[in-house]
């Protein structure tokens, strides 16, 4: 059975920045972590993903806000994002592909105030 926990939602001003985690374990074979976003009757979009040789992925709408990166030791994926606003306001969830199957989050909450 594979869990994701994830963290580090929260409320931010306008212009601010915001850390999230999501730390996976159970029976992985990590090809790819990353994190995906979705608004209430929305689609979920792709933000941002990594693979284990540090290779990454960026929606253009966060190229050059977000960083993605991860500790492959702890199976843990992080997202750094900088200058946020209300637009990015929504649920994020991570997400992890491997060799045993592809497995989400249950999301957490990035509310950016304006």
């Known amino acids: 059975q594979v869990q994701l926990v994830e963290s580090g939602g929260g409320l931010v001003q306008a212009g601010g920045s915001l850390s999230l985690s999501c730390a996976a374990s159970?029976?992985?074979?990590?090809?790819?972590m990353g994190w995906s976003r979705q608004a209430p009757g929305k689609q979920r979009e792709l933000v941002a993903v990594i693979r284990p040789d540090g290779s990454t992925n960026y929606a253009d709408f966060v190229k050059g806000r977000f960083t993605i990166s991860q500790n492959k030791a702890r199976n843990t994926v992080y997202l750094r994002m900088n200058s946020l606003s209300p637009e990015d306001s929504t649920g994020y969830y991570c997400?992890?592909?491997?060799?045993?199957?592809?497995?989400w989050g249950q999301g957490t909450q990035v509310t950016g105030a304006s």
């Open positions: 997400r992890v592909v491997g060799r045993y199957g592809d497995h």
């Open positions: 159970g029976r992985l074979s990590i090809s790819a």
